[in-house]
């Protein structure tokens, strides 16, 4: 949205604001001459959830002078709300994801509360710790905040009979006229079981611990699970749930950029103050780039474009051979620059390894059945020249299940995987691949932006909160990235250095590097 576009909305904005303040007073005014009148405006806020809000409801801010505010909605959040009531009346999941201070949670509260005092609705509350759902002070609480709305309403909004010390206790508000309640829960392994909800809040999902069996126990209990956060990276259910292709769920994005008051200024202003994850995170919702204690952000620098196969450059292979997944990442040394070349990359899952055969040799080692992208991998590898091929050094190990290791088993298709020995560390190997990045060059198709997302979202473990150790943590998680990310190192350790001026590179690294010099022919780069 551009400036122009962004005054006429905070314009309008301020049309509205003031003109629905009168009408506040005039409300607590009819109200004060008329009490009978509260059945009609309850009536009038039962039908229109927008009115309900911008005339009735207070929201609460210590960093503002007043800290209590008219709950005055911006558009977006009219729209918003609108969806999220839609979403819960005809039962179906949404999940919101969003930059941070753009009201997501207290504009979810303000929908809960609707259906608990005017339709009877059973909600339910959840975040990942019990003092952010509930904290008797704490206006961060979930709790709080719904005491906060409830209580500012006029006395004739509450239900019947409901006294505080009976109907507001911990984690809990029943609603004695209606028979109905929000009910609070923290995160646990059995997170929603149990009785039935209207809907379930998922309060900053990204941040769950037993995210996984919350969200699939809580299916039973709702129809309508509502998970909302600022993004932490892929690999987490939050992100899990966003991206899912066999079960999509509705998105809805609640960018900075919607909100009239914040506009490229204030974006600049705030990415001063912020690091880049944190502006990856908490403005931009970029996925990819707000992933905590990240292993290479230098990643996020190299350079993306289309860089395909050209026969005039050696061609290599790095691979990484997990108990769960193969990953191969094909790479050309640019012969004259300081630069290697990503031109391609491909993953699977619990395949033996002969089954990755055909995409190093073009040639089928068995009759496995391959999709059409993978044949037409295959059949383009046909014109390719031969590629040198580094890797775990794992790779020589006999597994218990097989006959043969890995490494034999690629050697009998002509396959010769090298290894540093001496690069089994990953400190070792995280150092070689920071200095490697500054070099790569990345080919961009389907299959490598899995591979950029991958090394994106490589990230060390975070300490539990719980947790009084001390020690650094020298080791990544290991996840759906971790494969990729070891292909990548295994190249960084194993890489010829920059030729010499009038040097063969060809030769200048298989000289210093490989041993098995008579498997390969130094005069065309191909085996022999």
């Known amino acids: 949205m551009d400036s122009g576009a962004k005054q006429k909305l905070r314009e309008e904005y301020e049309k509205k604001k003031l003109a629905t303040k009168r009408q506040r007073l005039l409300i607590k005014k009819d109200l004060l001459d008329h009490p009978e009148k509260i059945v009609l405006y309850k009536e009038k806020c039962r039908r229109d959830i927008v009115y309900f809000t911008d005339m009735f409801t207070w929201t609460y801010d210590p960093r503002r002078r007043p800290s209590k505010m008219p709950f005055i909605l911006y558009p977006f959040q009219e729209e918003y709300i609108k969806n999220v009531e839609r979403d819960i009346d005809e039962g179906r999941d949404a999940l919101t994801e969003k930059s941070r201070d753009m009201g997501v949670t207290w504009l979810v509260l303000v929908v809960f509360l609707h259906g608990f005092l005017f339709k009877g609705y059973d909600f339910r509350v959840g975040s990942r710790k019990e003092e952010l759902v509930d904290k008797r002070g704490d206006a961060d609480s979930l709790f709080e905040k719904l005491r906060f709305l409830l209580l500012a309403l006029p006395v004739g ?134 992933a905590k204690s990240r292993v290479y952000e230098i990643w996020d620098h190299i350079e993306r474009g289309q860089f395909k196969y050209n026969p005039a450059f050696p061609l290599f292979t790095s691979w990484d051979f997990g108990n769960d997944g193969t990953a191969i990442i094909w790479w050309q040394r640019v012969l004259g620059t300081r630069f290697w070349r990503i031109i391609d990359s491909y993953i699977n899952y619990n395949k033996v390894i002969d089954f990755f055969v055909p995409f190093i040799t073009g040639k089928f080692a068995h009759p496995y059945p391959y999709t059409e992208e993978e044949l037409r991998m295959i059949n383009e590898r046909r014109s390719w020249l031969p590629s040198i091929n580094f890797g775990d050094p794992s790779c020589k190990q006999h597994q218990m299940q097989y006959k043969y290791s890995i490494q034999e088993v690629l050697e009998n298709n002509q396959i010769y995987i090298y290894t540093n020995d001496e690069a089994v560390k990953f400190e070792s190997r995280k150092t070689a691949t920071e200095l490697l990045i500054r070099d790569i060059q990345l080919n961009i198709n389907p299959r490598t932006e899995y591979l950029d997302s991958s090394i994106k979202n490589s990230r060390y473990p975070e300490r539990s909160e719980m947790t009084t150790a001390t020690s650094e943590i020298l080791r990544p998680v290991h996840n759906w990235s971790s494969h990729y990310r070891t292909a990548l190192e295994y ?31 130094l005069s065309n780069g191909a085996y022999s």
């Open 157 to 290: 909004f509450l239900p019947t009979g409901w006294t505080p010390i009976k109907h507001d206790r911990h984690m809990l508000l029943e609603n004695p006229e209606l028979k109905c309640s929000i009910a609070g829960e923290a995160t646990n392994p059995n997170f929603g079981v149990g009785g039935r909800k209207k809907a379930i809040l998922f309060d900053e999902f990204a941040k769950w611990s037993c995210a996984e069996d919350a969200w699939k126990k809580s299916a039973d209990t709702t129809p309508c699970r509502l998970p909302i956060s600022t993004p932490e990276g892929m690999g987490q259910k939050f992100s899990d749930v966003r991206f899912d292709k066999k079960v999509p769920i509705k998105v809805y994005t609640l960018h900075w950029g919607l909100h009239p008051y914040k506009d490229q200024k204030w974006y600049d202003d705030e990415k001063k103050r912020r690091t880049d994850q944190e502006v990856a995170q908490e403005l931009d919702i970029s996925y990819d780039r707000s």
């Open 491 to 521: 190249l960084a350790v194993n890489r010829p250095e920059d030729p010499k001026e009038n040097r063969d590179p060809m030769e200048e690294a298989f000289n210093r590097k490989i041993k098995k010099s008579n498997d390969f022919d």
